[in-house]
């Protein structure tokens, strides 16, 4: 008599959400299931009478949405998510409104608790507008590369640390960020990220913009370019409350480089930083940056420049 239509809007099954079909008239459950996998699936709900659909709150509640649909005539009876209920009847009487108020529908999926490289690399691949919570530190197997995301937040509510280590990056130790990407870091650490050539922990190019805020920088290295952060090919930072400290590069910008691209730099400090040529903290190329309430301690660099170069 009726269809249920799951949804979880993560892909990957309601994770532990199951839901209950109770007849009203004996309070006795008819039937139970879930949606396994995927991101969408349908349930037939049979009965004569009215019934009570609950689902239960699993491990990712926000990923889980459903509607039940009357067959005979393809109306939609009620709509929920996870850890509601909805009554509807087979009779011509009127269906009541599900019980508790349908969740707000959002194109952001969210996830929360997440403390293993896979499951962050996971979280990523869905790109625009993920919502990524780190709650443990992660060591990097390889750098991930970040292409033509936008509103994409990779936080820590715990001050998490992201770990590199010799992983055979090129540009980018921890994170390759390109294709016009618009991702923002906040409360993370980045530590021992090393790359070859850009960008020890992060490398911004092809028109990408990054944010980051409240975050540490720590004995971070590039072959040549931004020990920390590098920027390139009309990349723009915006970077607020965040410390560089002992990163270096073998040429240009222990903490920060930029090349064609444009930052605006507040509340940051760069302590012990070098730089084989210039900019022991930060080098600037043919780019642009507003720089405030900013310090520079016992950094270095062997050419000049040892708190900042620009050319």
């Known amino acids: 008599l009726f269809t249920l239509n799951m949804v979880d809007s993560w892909g990957d099954g309601w994770s532990g959400a199951e839901w ?18 995927g991101a969408s699936g349908t349930a037939p709900l049979c009965g004569v009478g009215c019934y009570t659909l ?38 011509a009487q009127p269906s009541p409104l599900p ?6 529908t959002t194109a952001s999926p969210t996830r929360e608790g997440v403390n293993t490289f896979s499951e962050l690399k996971k979280a990523i691949t869905t790109g625009s507008n993920a919502q990524i919570n780190v709650v443990d530190n992660i060591v990097f197997d390889e750098a991930i590369t970040i292409s033509a995301a936008v509103n994409l937040t990779i936080r820590s509510s715990v001050g998490a640390v992201l ?21 923002t870091f906040t409360g993370l650490g980045f530590k021992n990220g090393s790359a070859s050539n850009y960008g020890g922990c992060l490398f911004v190019t092809g028109s990408s913009n ?39 590069a073998g040429e240009y910008g222990g903490g920060m480089a930029l090349y064609d691209s444009s930052a605006t730099v507040s509340g940051t400090s760069y302590t012990s930083c070098s730089a084989g040529k210039r900019g022991g903290g930060m080098y600037l190329y043919d780019s642009s940056a507003t720089v405030s309430g900013t310090s520079y301690t016992s950094c270095s660099a062997d050419n000049s420049g040892g708190g900042m170069a620009l050319y």
């Open 20 to 37: 209950t079909w109770t007849e009203d008239s004996t309070n006795s459950d008819a039937d139970t299931g879930t949606l396994d996998n």
């Open 54 to 91: 609950s689902v239960g709150v699993g491990d990712y509640p926000s990923e889980v949405s459903w509607t039940i649909v009357k067959d005979d005539t393809g109306r939609e009876e009620a709509s929920g998510g996870a850890g509601e209920s909805a009554t509807v009847c087979s009779t």
């Open 99 to 104: 019980t508790t108020s349908p969740p707000t």
């Open 163 to 183: 770990i590199g280590g010799d992983i055979g990056a090129v540009d980018g130790g921890l994170f390759h960020i390109k294709d016009a990407s618009d991702v």
């Open 210 to 248: 990054v944010e980051v805020e409240d975050a540490d920088f720590v004995e971070c290295i590039a072959g040549s370019f931004g020990g920390g952060m590098a920027l390139v090919s009309s990349s723009s930072a915006t970077v607020s409350d965040t410390s560089y400290t002992s990163c270096s």
